[in-house]
Every structure is written in C-alpha cells, then in structure tokens.
C-alpha cells in the first residue's frame, strides 16, 4: 500500500520561532498532497492543497503568510509554521492523493506541534 | 449548517454487536465519501468508499449510501474491542476540486466485552 511519512512526529518550540514540518510519500509519486490541522477532539479541518511546481491553494481563514507551503518534488511538501504562537499548537496531518486517478488520500501519521 | 454531520457519540456497543454509524452531507452533487477510522493520537486510516447508491461490503464493513436522502453509513458487524475509535465520515464536494475532502466531526464508538 501506499505509504506517507511526517518529519518530525513531534516538536516543541518557542513562540515567534519558525517550523517546518516534512511530508513525504514514499512508494509514490504524489502530484497533490493535502495539509490537515486537527485540534483535540475536533475533527480534521483542511488547511490548503499543495500542488507539485505550484502554490498552494489555501482554505478560507488560513493565513498564507504564516502557513507557507512548498511542493518542490514529486514526493515532498514541506509545511513552515512561521512565528508559532501556542495557538498554532495542534496535530498537523499531511495527505498524498493516490496517483491513477484514484480518488483517495493516503495520510501521513502526524506531526504534534507544542509552542511554548 | 456544517458540511458533513455525524453524531458524536460515544456509540457504546457489546462485543459481538453490530454497530451503525451515520453521517449526512449537505452538498448534494458531492461525488465520493469514504469513512475513516482514527484512534487516539494517530492519523485516519481508510477504511472503506463508496460513489455509487447502495450498499458496498468489505469484511466486517458495510458502506450504505442514499445520495436522494445525502446519507452515509457505516456498520460493523461482530464489533471487537479493538474497533473502540473515532470513525470520520469524509466527503468530496461538487466544487471542491483537487479531490479535496470534508470531515466530519467524527463518531466515537466503543465496544465493551
């Protein structure tokens, strides 16, 4: 099966620091990958599509400018939390769209983000 | 009103039983819905999809949609402690594009012995 991996699995980091988290599918190559956000016992809310060699496309009510997002290869999106703040801290999930046209997402197992 | 709407539970089942979990969507040209199991800390993992009206059977799993009534449900036969999680219903919309997907907020169920 098609495999996602997240880079870090867990962070710690002081406010007004920066963070980038990686994405990577493995076995695959993912033209499309999708950035999650998932506070405690909520559900998954979609942060924005990364396309391979394009910006990103951002949900309404992400900020662009503090989520940046880079979808350099075929199988890495890097997602950079700029000037954390501890409302940033939440689980980040990563998704690679399986290739072939199917329509389904393989997820990667997380990232914790804690700013302190 | 939300999007993609599922009860929050907690659906409390004996081990053995069938458990049935629902979701409703308020997009009604949304194309493909899948259903998610998440445990505590840990990513979803597909489970199973569903496109087209009727009923899909995977194992255990059973997927029903009702695209006239914008319905979609899940059950577990022979539920085992081990399906005790968060199940996540997730839709792609008509005009999402890019194959985008919509949670719901999740159901969590729990299967007692």
């Not at chain 1, 920066?18 to 956000?37: G, N, P």
């Amino acid at each position: 099966g098609a495999v996602v991996s997240q880079h870090p699995s867990r962070v710690i980091c002081k406010s007004g620091t920066s963070v980038k988290i990686e994405c990577r599918s493995l076995d695959f190559q993912a033209t499309t990958m999708f950035w999650y956000r998932q506070f405690p016992k909520k559900s998954l809310m979609l942060m924005a599509t990364s396309n391979e060699g394009s910006k990103a496309t951002y949900e309404q009510g992400v900020e662009k400018d503090k989520f940046l997002i880079n979808h350099a290869s075929l199988t890495l999106s890097t997602l950079t939390v700029t000037s954390a703040h501890p409302e940033d801290s939440s689980f980040y999930i990563c998704s690679a769209l399986a290739p072939r046209g199917r329509n389904e997402q393989f997820f990667g197992p997380g990232t914790r983000l804690t700013v302190l | 009103q939300k999007e993609v709407e599922q009860n929050s539970g907690p659906l409390s089942v004996p081990e053995g039983a069938i458990a049935s979990l629902n979701c409703t969507y308020s997009d009604r040209g949304s194309q493909s819905f899948f259903w998610y199991r998440q445990y505590s800390g840990k990513s979803p993992e597909l489970i199973m999809f569903i496109y087209s009206n009727g009923d899909k059977e995977d194992g255990r799993f059973t997927a029903q949609l009702n695209k006239a009534s914008q319905y979609v449900s899940l059950l577990i036969r022979d539920s085992q402690p081990s399906d005790s999680a968060t199940y996540l219903c997730a839709v792609t919309p008509f005009s999402g594009g890019y194959n985008k997907l919509i949670f719901g907020a999740g159901t969590r169920l729990a299967v007692h012995p």
